[in-house]
């Protein structure tokens, strides 16, 4: 069975751009968050989607955005791009919410410069 | 709020040592307890998981034990390989939570 799957793997932007990363989750998970993962740091909660629904939103401005399709794929958009948004962004999938084992995308490595 | 704190890094280890990487929580209610493990240049695998306490998750050698007691998820193994090189996360999620919350990982180097 394929896992989550991410892209692109890598993506090198301009201050002030804007960004759209896509994932697609573990046939059969409804669920779909999005992690930012800074250099030397662990990854930090962004979104959770669940059947096409925002349910939960880290500690982010407003220029990221994201949506769920109605075949459980997401894309996270980041608008207005600073430098500090240069880190690897983790999509993950699980079944449902709550306690259950998320499996996380390879990621895609965005540079900002 | 909830949060997991994990023992700093880098740990350096020859191979065949034994191996622990701390790990304590604090949380509300009764949380499911991770470890992940990231290779160079890649995203995050599950190593093991613990749903509640007294629980011991293993896979491929390494082991940890759910103590509600003491708040703590560590993780060890009995001999380590040039192959285990990479950067470990401990992690929780609670019922009614909708995200897993990650300590700062811990990059472990074994050397042959």
New interface residues.
Partial sequence: DAGVTQSPTHLIKTRGQQVTLRCSPISGHKSVSWYQQVLGQGPQFIFQYYEKEERGRGNFPDRFSARQFPNYSSELNVNALLLGDSALYLCASSPGLGKETQYFGPGTRLLVL | GNS?TQMEGPVTLSEEAFLTINCTYTATGY??L?W?VQYPG?????LL?A?KADDKGSNKGFEATYRKETTSFHLEKGSVQVSDSAVY?C?L?????????????TRLFVKA
């Fill in positions: 997991v949380p499911s991770f992940y890649e995203g995050l695998q599950l998981k749903t996360f992690a999620s609670t019922d009614g939570g909708f995200k897993t919350i990650f300590g700062a990982g």
